[in-house]
Structure formats: C-alpha cells, structure tokens
C-alpha cells in the first residue's frame, strides 16, 4: 500500500472521482429517501425483516411504552425512542441511509490512501450499488449501521498509523463504542487493534490518546450496559447469545454461499487475490496487517463459533473486504484489463442474485442450514432484473393508507392484548404479530389459538374498538368479576371476527360459583410465576382458569398447548431443569430453566414427567 501523500486534503479536494462518488450517493438518497418516508413505520414500511418490530419494541419501551422488551443493544433503540418522542420515527430510514452513503464516502477517503483512486472508486461504486449490501441497509436492523460505525472506526485506527497521528485514537474510540453499542460483536475488533499497535506502533503505546480511545471503546458500552440492567430496560432476551457460542464447522459453505450471493463471484475473486497480497506483507505492514486480521477475527467468529447463519452478518466484512478488493484492482495497471476487472465487479455486486437458488433447514438452534442438494438454477428474461434490483424495489413499494388508524391513546386504559389465532401462521405468525401489534397499541400481547377461547368468548363483555389498517379488528373485552378492561384482536379476515362482532354489546356474564373458583386459580398461578417474562406452557384445560390465565398473565411468551401436542410438549420438556413445584388449588405449576430462560408448565390432568 503506497505512502500517503504529504498533503492529503489538497489532493482530495482536486480528485474528480470523490467528487463522482460524492455526486451519486446525492442522487442515490435524492431518488430513494423520499420513497423511504411512510406514513407509519411500524405498519406500513416495507422493506422489515423479522427482527425489525422487535427492535422498534425495543426503541419504544425506553420512550415508556408498555411493550416487551427483549433486551437488544442500546443505540438503535434509543435512536427509535428520540424519534418517537419527536413524533418523527418515520425519519428512521432515511436518517439510517445517510449514514450508510456517508459511510460509503469515508470508505474511498481512505481506500484512496491505500490503493490507487481509480481502484478505490470502483470498490466503492460496488458497495454502493451492492444488491445484498443496498437492501439490508434498508431494513429496520441494527447490523448495517453497527458495521457502518465499525468501520468508521477501522478509518480513524488506519488513518492513526498511516498519518503518524495518535490523536485518531479518540475518534477510533467513539466510533468504537458507538458500534458496540449497536451490536457488541464491534469488541472482537479490539483485538486486530491490539496486535497492530503492538507488531507496529510500538511509539505509540506511550500516547494518552491511545489509552483514552481504548478506555472509551471499552468503558462506555460497559456502563451504558449495566445502566440499561439498572433501570430495569433490558427486559428478557428472546435469544440468548451465550448459548449460541460453541464451536463448529458446520457453517462453512453456509457462508461461501452468502458470500458469493453478497460480493458477486467477481467480488469473491478479487477478494481472494486480494486477501492474499496483504497476507503476504501483512508483518511487514500495519494497515494490510489490521485489514486482513480484522476480516479474520470477524469470520472466524461468525463462522466457527457463533452458532446461528445469516447471510446479515457478512455486512461486518463488507467494509474491510473492499478495501482488498481495491488492493487487488490497484494491482492492474494497465486500462482495459482494469476496467474489464472494475465493470464485472460492480456489475457482479449489483445484480440480483436471482439465478441460483438454494433451500434452508431449520438446524438445532433455529438457524438455517444450507442443503447442498437442493440447490437449483432458474432462468429469468433479463429485462425482469429491474424489478428485482434496489432501485426497483423501492419505487415498486407504494404505500396505501388504510381507511383507519386506531390511536394508542384510546386503548392505553386496557391492560393487555390478546390476539386470538385462528391458526398458528394467522397474523403473520407468532412473533411478526406479537411485536407489531404491540407496537401499534403500544403495549403487551400474547398470543392464544382461537380453540382456547372461542367456547368462552360468550361470558365475555364484548365491544368493538376499531381497526388497525387492514390487518386488524379490535375488540374490548370485560371479564366477569374482574374489573377493568383488555383487548382482543383478530386478523381482519379471521373467520373469529365475525364470532366476535355477533358479541357487540355484551356484558360480562354473572360471576357464578365456578368462575369464581376460576378467577382465584388463575391469581393463585399468576403469584407463582410472577416477576419474570419466561416461556408458560399451558396445558389443556376444561377450568374457568382457561378463561382467565390468558388475561392475567404478564409475559408474552405464553404458549397453549393443544390436546394432540400434549404428550410430545411434555417429554421436550422432561429433561429441562426444575426450579421448584407448586399446587394451586388443584392446579400444578411446575418451574423449569428452559432455553436459558426462567419458565413454567401449568397443567391440571398430573404432574409434568420428571
């Protein structure tokens, strides 16, 4: 890699290529962030992936929401919670593309001090119009902009050792933690960090600079984490990470098929060639030493030890791979075999991996498994490209306001949510529903198969709220006894609703004997369970408790087990270890450690198989 020029800001203010990169990200965010602005980002933004209403959960709680937190990293949801109170979350996309183009542009300023410009312009360009890269970068998601501000912090630590300026420690350091504050993975990067300053900046061990970028990559995070459990924010983890951490192999060609569909096969090429040239003058050299061990560390990580594939987290590699990608074009000096390499590059990056195609199976921790022999090729008239690429894909999507917008104010006296199934895949599924209809009532809901409910719904006090959208029917339910008020919901076109619309007008029925030995059970086993949101499995049940649990429960992570799923629900469960065993008035509520998580089985037919 050249040495950098002795005044690098004239130069760059005379390069006509920044100013050409710096002229399409313009046009790039003039042509899409307009198409980015929707009316309600929960609701109607589409480009979400299936983390994505968790995270704006996530966001909301700390705004003070009564939603389910799941503990995700701070930054992304406190930048969601700011917005909220702003009354401006529908800015998040665009706010989140300026800094993925903003990051696109530090990306040449420094490839340009490493490589020759021309290849520092074309790994850009191949970033910039990357189709794996580009659409993740529109989702609702923390990896993006915790790679973006990962590697905002590679350039300041570069730019450090090249420029001979120890005072870029602090802003490697902020960057740093900024990004470990979206994604903790950002730690590992410490330790390509350490190695370079050590293998090659001895000098400057002895800055206080250094010493002030390490401590504040480290510390805040650390203190913004443990005041995140202080205040009781972090919630309950759905996923666990720890548990996910073991070694393997079995993720290997998982990954060298996301990173042909992610870099393009020219990419992959040219990153190879590339990787291959530092590696040699790795020792000799503390950029290509950083860059090369920085992927290293990266991949080694998502590949051997973190036990959950996703295509996603080759956005972490993303940055640092195109400055090898730029090594290796920087290597053709001649103009047509250089712009042969450039044009397939970008060409390769851009174009929507639509040809091949491979099937996934769910593995052991719920991560796909890629299925080598399944995988096919497929034909497409070149003129459907356009409908497939980015650009295409966002002025495909138009947003259609529905007729009706429920208010979270007019429901924020009710205590829960319950969305009555008809099927498990009703709503768009369990986790989809749970955390965007909580969103867009701003608070918790469980999810119960319309079976449970349906021959009880008549001693309900029924009355309609409204609609959510399109998707939703909102009803208000009173329960006999009890005082107060709770929601129910169905999918618009749920063959519930109409069940449910026939009861407009109810009132609760008379609190007779039984639903009164009911209501005190369902108290009785909510006492047991309190203070924590683990999984409650719910065993069948012919008790008015089955009226009442759904209701009074606090968690989110309720799942009803019905009668053909009994048996093989509580042999899964058999092995998981006890925490303790309660009878309520007949009732056995067993507490177990599963998946890491505290949790309960309720049943009443005998005790749960030890």
Known sequence: MPAPSPTPGSRRSRDPLAWTLGALCLLDFLLLAPRLLVRDLNLDYPF????????????????????????????????????????????????????????????????????PRRA??????????????????????????????????????????????????????????????????????????????????????????????????????????????????????????????????????????????????????????????????????????????????LLAFFVFLYDFNAERFLVYVAWPAGLLIAEALGRLRRS???????????????????????????????????????????????????????????????????????????????ASALFVAADPSDGGGRYRTITRLGNALRKRVKFVPGSWLVAWLPRLGVTPVGTIGPDYAVFRARLPGRSGSWLLVTSAGSPLRPKLEGLAGSVPAPFDAGLRAGLARALEVQRLIAGSDGYVALLPSTDPLRLYFPFLLATTELYVIEPQDEQETLAALASAPVLGEDRARGTVVRRIVYLGRRAAVITETATPPR
């Open 48 to 115: 979400m992936d299936g983390d994505s209403w968790d995270w704006i959960a996530n966001g909301l709680r700390l705004a003070g929401a009564r939603v389910r937190s799941s503990g995700r990293p701070l930054l992304l949801p406190a930048v969601i919670a700011l917005l909220d109170r702003w009354s401006a979350l529908p800015w998040l996309p665009v706010l989140l593309q300026v800094l993925f183009l903003g990051t696109v542009l530090a990306f040449y300023g420094v490839a340009a001090r490493l490589a």
């Open 120 to 297: 520092a312009f074309a790994a850009a360009l191949a970033l910039l119009l990357g189709h794996a890269l580009r659409g993740m970068a529109l989702q609702i998601m923390a990896d993006v902009p915790a790679s973006c501000l990962l590697f905002l912090f590679a350039r300041s630590f570069l730019l450090a050792g090249i420029e001979e300026s120890p005072r870029r420690y602090l802003a490697s350091g902020a960057w740093g933690a900024a990004s470990a504050l979206a994604q903790p993975v950002a730690l590992l990067s410490l330790l390509p960090a350490g190695v370079t300053v050590f293998a090659h900046r001895r000098s400057h061990l002895r800055s206080p600079w250094l010493a002030a970028g390490a401590g504040m990559f480290v510390a805040v995070p650390a203190l913004a984490w443990a005041a995140q459990r202080l205040l009781a924010a972090a919630g309950d983890p759905v996923l666990l990470h720890a548990r996910l951490l073991r070694p393997h192999a079995d993720a290997v060609f998982f990954y060298l098929w996301s990173a042909a569909a992610f870099f393009g096969l020219p990419g992959i090429l040219l990153l190879a060639t590339g990787t291959g040239i530092a590696a040699r003058r790795a020792w000799r050299d503390g950029s290509r030493l950083f860059v090369v061990s920085l992927i290293a560390v």
């Open 336 to 414: 047509v075999p250089f712009a042969a390499a450039a044009t397939l590059l970008v060409a390769g990056a851009a174009l929507p991996p639509v040809y091949a195609h491979a099937s996934f199976q769910a593995g052991a921790s719920g991560s796909p498994r890629l299925d080598p022999a399944a995988i096919s090729l497929r034909t497409f008239h070149v003129a459907d490209l356009a409908r497939f690429s980015i650009p295409g894909r966002v002025w495909a999507a138009r947003e259609t306001p529905p007729a009706d917008r429920l208010s979270p104010q007019a429901v924020a006296a009710d």
